[in-house]
C-alpha cells in the first residue's frame, strides 16, 4: 500500500491519502507459479526465514510508527495554526480597541476639552502603533493580510485624530471643524473596514485549519488499523510458511540419517539450498565418502611410498650435494660440536671425520680469532645470519688457514647449517698486492724528490744562462756580427724553452697524483673560461670562434678547463696564417653513456698515419720552428681525460685542419679505459 501527501498552501499540513485500488477479478494461482514461490522460499537460510516471520508483521508496525510519527506532527502542526490564527484575531480586536479608545478620547477632549481624555488618547495612540507592528510580525507569513497591513499604516499616516486635537487645542472657544472632522470619520471608517476584512481572512484560515487537523486525526487512526491489519496477517502467513516448509523436510532428514546408520542407499537429495538442503546433501555426500573411504586409503597407501621414494632421492642428491662440495660444508650444534662435515675438510685441514666431529670446533679456531668465532655463533644462536664472516683454522700440519663463512641457524632443530671457503691464497694475493701498493708509494714519493730537484737544481743554471746571456747581449751586443747574434740568441731561445719544458713535464706529473674533485658542471661554462684565458693571453689574431650549445658533464672544472686550454691553444697555434682562423667548440651524438666533445679548426692539420703519436709525451709532428711547443700539451689532455673514465682521439687532413675529440661518462662513477 502507498501514501501521497497533500500540501496546503501554507506548506504546513500532510495528509497521508490511501489511493484507491483498482477493482480486479481474482484469477487462480497457477502451479507452476506457486512451485517457484515455494522453491525461492524453500532456497532461503533458515536465519532469513527467521528474520522474515519476525519483519513481516514488524515492518508494517514499523511504517505505522513513522507515519503516525509523521501524521501526528501534522495534526500538531495544524493545531499550532489553529491557535496561531486565534492569536492574530485577538490580537486584530486589540487594534479595533485601541483606535475606539483614541477616537474616543480626540471626541472627548473636542466636546468637554478634558485633558484626562488627551491622556487617554495619548496612551491609545502609542499602544496602537506597537499592536500594530505585533499584528505585522503575526502575519508575516500571509501576503493577503501584509496587504491589508500596509493600507492599515497608510491610513494611519494621515493622523486624523491628531489634526482634530491640535485644532481643538489652537482653537479652544472655535467652532467644529465639520470638514476635519468629516475627514477623521472617514479615514477611521476606512481603518475599521481593513481590520474587519483582517478578521474575516483569519476566518477563514481558521475555518480551514480546523478542518485539516480534523483530517490529519483521521488519517492518523486509519494509517494505525491498517498498518496493524497488515502486520498481523503477513506474520501469520510467514509463520505458516516457515512451519510447513522446514517441518516436513526435517522429518525426511531424520528418515535419512536412519538409513545412513543402516547402511541403506540414500534417495537423491533435494535442490533446496538452505542450511536443512545443505545438510540433506552433506549426509548424502558422507554416505558417499564413506563407501569410497576404503578405495581412497588404497590410493594415498600408494602415494605414500612414491613420497618416500621420492624422498630417498632427494636424501641421495642433498648427500651427494653435500659430500662433492668445494666448498667446506657442515652442520654444527649450539653445543659447539661439528655433527657432519664434508670431504673438502679432510683435503683442505687434513683432519678426518671423526677429529673433527668429536672435538669441540673452538680448539681448532686460531686464538686471535676465538673471541670474535665465540660473538659470531651467539648472534646464530640468536637467529641471526652471517655472511662473509672469517677466522683461521689449525691444520693437521699445524699451519692456519683462513676461512671465509656463511651460516645460519635452525633454531627449533638447534644445528647451525654453515659452509666455509679456504681464502689463504686470496689473503696471501692481497699482501702481495699491499706490497706492491706500499712500493708504488715509496715509487711516488722518489718522483716527487725528483720533481723538487727538477723544479729547483735545474732551475737555477737554467736562469744563470738566461740571465748572463741578456746581460751579454745588451752589453755587447752591438760589437757582435750576425752570426754571433743569431747564435747569442739561440741560446736565450733554447734556456726559455727548457724552462718551459721542465714547467710542462712538472705539470704532467702533478697530474697523475692530483685527486680528481669530480661534479656536475657546465661545460659551457668551462668553455668560456678556457677561451678567456687565451684572450687575456694577449693572441690579438683575427679568429673567428665558433662555440655550438654544451651539455652538463661530470668531471673536475679544474682538469677540465686545462684540457679545453691546451686544445683551444693548440688550434690557435696550429691555425697561424690562416685569414681568417676559424675555431669550433661542439658536441657529437654521441651514445647514452658518455658525451662526446670536439674542437675542430682549419689550421696545418695533419697526416692519419701519425695520428697515434700526437698524444705522447714529447711527440710533434711539425718542426717547433714552424710551432712552437715542448710536446706535453696533449699528453697532458689524454692524462686527464682518462682519469675521468673517457678516451680520446684525433682527425687530420693536411692542411685542411684538425679535429680532437675527447669522451666523458653520463655518470658520477668513474669507468676507466685504457688507450
Known sequence: MSFSRVVDHQGQLEIPVVPAEPVTERQPIEPRLRGSW???????????????????PVLPLLVSALLFAVDARSASNAQEWVVHTIEVKSQIASVVILIVDAEAGVRGFLLASINESVRRY??????????????AAMTADNPAQGDHLKTLVALMATRPL?????????????????ALLAESRTTMAAVRVELAEMQAVEDRLLARRVIDARR??????????VSAVFGLFGGAVATFAFTTGVSARVDR??????????????????????????????ILEASTLLRA????????????????QDLERARDEIDQFFSLSLDLMCVAGLDGHFTRVNDAWGESLGWTRDELTTTPFLNFVHPDDRAATVAETAKLAQGGVTVNFENRYRAKNGTYRWLNWSAVASLERGLLYAAARDVTEHKRAGAALQHHADELAAVNQELEAFSYSVSHDLRAPLRHVTGFASMLQQSVGDRLGDNETRQLKKIIDAASRMGRLIDDLLAFSRMGRTALDRRRISLDAVVHDALQELQDAGTDREITWAIRPLPHVYGDPAMLRLVLVNLLSNAVKYTKGRAPATVEVGVEDGTAEETIVYVRDNGAGFDMQYAHKLFG???????????????????????????????????????????????????????????
Open 162 to 178: 491628531p489634526h482634530l486635537l491640535d485644532y481643538a487645542r489652537q482653537h479652544p472657544d472655535g467652532p467644529t471643524p465639520l
Open 216 to 225: 490529519a486525526q483521521a488519517s492518523l487512526m486509519w494509517v494505525s488499523i
Open 122 to 135: 495619548e496612551d491609545a495612540a502609542a499602544a496602537v502603533e506597537t499592536a500594530i507592528q505585533r499584528l
Open 293 to 308: 573411504r576404503d578405495d581412497q586409503v588404497r590410493r594415498q597407501v600408494r602415494d605414500l611410498a612414491g613420497l618416500n
Open 253 to 282: 532428514l531424520r528418515e535419512n540419517a536412519a538409513r545412513l546408520a543402516a547402511g541403506d542407499a540414500l534417495p537423491p537429495a533435494g535442490a533446496a539450498r538452505d542450511e536443512v538442503g545443505a545438510l540433506e546433501r552433506g
Open 617 to 675: 709525451v714529447f711527440q710533434r709532428l711539425h718542426s717547433s720552428d714552424d710551432f712552437e711547443g715542448t710536446g706535453i700539451g696533449l699528453a697532458n689532455v689524454r692524462r686527464i681525460v682518462q682519469r675521468h673514465g673517457g678516451r680520446v682521439w684525433a682527425e687530420g687532413v693536411v692542411d685542411s685542419g684538425a679535429t680532437f675529440f675527447f669522451s666523458l661518462p653520463n655518470t658520477g662513477e668513474l669507468s676507466w679505459s685504457l688507450s
Open 38 to 56: 515455494r522453491r525461492w522460499w524453500d532456497d532461503l537460510p533458515l536465519r532469513t526465514k527467521g528474520v522474515a516471520v519476525i519483519g513481516i
